[in-house]
């Protein structure tokens, strides 16, 4: 990794003014959820957190725009439907036309883990040299404030970007993994915006799907019957063990979460936890945490880190790499 760089928005909600307009006592929302403010877009929209949080990732990699042969956008909502999101970052950035490729990842939770997998194959092969990986997402859009105002109060919206490129023999990718099950694809949904359901055929059953639902009992219990088997053999891979790990960067997905990563895993203080004040930022949230840990000294070169996270689908997915 050369460099990264994340951007959030200027508006941050606090778990008190969602007390106040639930009616709820002060504390109420933090209590339940674990969150006491997340970031939120009002003046910014999803591009433009992409473009911040790119260019400070290039800037701290030493970069120039047009150094990139690849540009990857890995969220679980892109910014439209058609055409995918890349070009329109690439466009922002001065990149100039036909100078590099361009397209989207989308594995939910687990885009980014998923692109800096394609982008470590695609510079193993030599295809590429240097490949920027961008997340950004507006998880503040389509959540079910009045009828789960619990569920929706655990997001937040942020993007973050790395630069990677060759790595030298005692940095980079040792093992990647991931694993579907599909026992879990209707925990978390968002049914509208693909062919599931026809707009113009019945627009009420289009609107009632325009927003996220989630089962969180039920993703909790799949997550928890799957996951330890999961890590194993992505430790075994790495050829580590749990005491070998340095520091932890997981997919914030809810504090229920994070506690069996470090009650149940055994990894206690190494993981990285920027719930309380972020929120659940869907495929942006392990960058931010990466690059968290980056600026503020915790991931050091030579550690050797975890990203871990999960996705709706049910998917578990996790990088073993050398810092």
């Known amino acids: 990794m050369l460099g990264s760089g994340s951007a959030l928005p200027a508006r941050i909600l606090r778990s008190s003014e969602i007390d106040a307009r639930l009616g709820k006592p002060a504390g109420w929302v933090e209590k339940r959820v674990g969150v006491a403010s997340r ?28 150094d990139i042969d690849l540009v990857m956008f890995a969220a679980a909502v892109p910014y439209q439907s ?4 890349a070009p329109l970052i690439q466009h ?4 100039p036309e036909g100078c590099c490729a361009a397209f989207d990842i989308n594995s939910t939770c687990l885009s980014f883990l998923t692109a800096m997998d394609v982008a470590a194959s695609m510079l193993a092969a030599g295809t590429c040299r240097q490949v920027l990986v961008i997340s950004s997402e507006i998880a503040s859009r389509g959540l079910p404030w009045e009828a789960e105002p619990l569920v929706a109060a655990l997001f937040g919206d942020g993007a973050a970007a790395v630069v990677v490129g060759a790595e030298g023999e005692k940095a980079g990718i040792l093992a990647s ?14 049914g509208a915006g693909g062919t599931r359901y026809y707009f113009h055929r019945d627009r009420e059953e289009f609107a009632r799907h325009t927003l ?24 075994a891979d790495a050829g580590w063990s749990r005491d070998d790990v340095e520091i932890v960067i997981p997919h914030q997905a809810s504090p229920m979460a994070l506690a069996h990563l470090a009650e149940r895993c055994g990894f206690g203080s190494r993981i990285v936890d920027i719930m309380r004040d972020h929120g659940n930022q869907i495929a942006a949230s392990i960058p931010i945490a990466l690059d968290t840990a980056r600026r503020s000294g915790r991931l050091e070169p030579g550690a050797k880190a975890l990203m871990l996270g999960t996705s709706a689908g049910l998917s578990l997915g996790g990088i073993a790499f050398v810092a």
Request: one cysteine or more; aromatic letters at 10%.
């Open 39 to 66: 970031p939120v877009c009002e003046a910014e929209d999803q591009i433009d957190l992409a473009t911040v949080a790119a260019c400070r990732a290039l800037e701290d990699a030493g970069c120039k725009p047009q």
């Open 177 to 190: 993994r991931m694993a579907t099950y599909p026992s879990g694809y209707e925990d978390c949904q968002l």
């Open 212 to 235: 996220f639902e989630m089962d969180g009992k039920a993703l909790f219990r799949h997550t928890i019957q799957f996951f330890e088997p999961f890590l194993d053999r992505l430790l």
């Open 82 to 85: 058609i055409p995918t999101t």
């Open 92 to 95: 922002r950035l001065g990149i």
